[in-house]
């Protein structure tokens, strides 16, 4: 595995990525690999690697940047009250849908110029508060993007003007919606009413209910890891990258 951390230059500063591919059969597709709420940290690092091993290659970008290179959160980022969770969130709360895409906008660019890179379609999937991200993405660069996914993505559905779901008429990719059932940024109901959004859109792809698990369940440290989903979520991943990306 080769593997290395270059800052992305993007139109707000430098952007801390860490990227990652194999070592032989190059070039490779594309895949862009957006963080949850906790921020980067090496359980992330380590699920780069797993999907660049079946021969991608990924780029995870730190999207909090824009606050500065003391974006990385200690183990107690998650536990309410702790003060590294109140300092994620302070970060966290000014996220919106628009800068991200500039974000994605500055990766393209980059991988464009890469030799390691197969210059045709590319991949982006996200996790958590990434979600909207990853589909908006497919959204807004429809021409490059060929497959999304969303895990547990927060509030698909909102009254944000750029909410994703408003624009799921515009993806040509196909995308694949993974849900859990217990799931407070993604309730039941919200769940169902972005599936008939969905399906009179006429986007091309799937929304899938995990059954008995809990937001988070792919992380393989958090409390709620559950593994038969969580493998069930990288088979549907790299299933969806070989068929869109090869």
């Known amino acids: 595995m080769i593997e290395h951390t270059h800052d992305i230059q993007t139109k707000d500063g430098a952007m801390e990525t860490f990227l990652c591919h194999p070592e032989r059969g190059g070039p490779y597709p594309a895949v862009l690999f957006l963080m949850d709420a906790p921020g980067i940290r090496e359980e992330l690092r380590d699920m780069a690697r797993r999907l660049a091993t079946v021969g991608y290659y990924v780029l995870l970008p730190n999207l909090y940047y824009r606050a500065g290179r ?65 589909l908006a993405a497919a959204a807004r660069y429809s021409h490059r993007i060929a497959a999304a996914a969303s895990f547990y993505g927060t509030w698909l559905v909102s009254d944000a003007a750029e909410s994703p779901h408003l624009n799921l008429a515009k993806v040509r990719g196909e995308l694949y ?48 890891y559950d593994k038969p989903a969580a493998e069930r979520h990288w088979e549907r991943l790299i299933a969806l990258y070989r068929r869109r990306l090869g």
């Open 177 to 224: 919606i993974a849900c859990a059932e217990h799931d407070e940024l993604a309730p039941l109901p919200m769940v169902e009413e972005l599936r008939g959004l969905f399906e009179r859109a006429g986007a091309p792809g799937e929304i899938e209910l995990y059954p008995g698990v809990h937001h988070g369940f792919a992380f393989p440290q958090r409390w709620c």
């Open 70 to 134: 003391d974006t990385i959160y200690g183990p107690d980022v998650l536990e309410h009250g702790s003060a590294e969770h109140a300092r994620m969130r302070a970060v966290r709360t000014k996220m919106t849908i628009p800068p991200v895409m500039d974000d994605v906008a500055a990766m393209l660019s980059f991988i464009d110029a890469e030799d390691a890179v197969t210059h045709g379609p590319v991949g982006v999937h996200g996790y958590c508060m990434s979600g909207p991200y990853a």
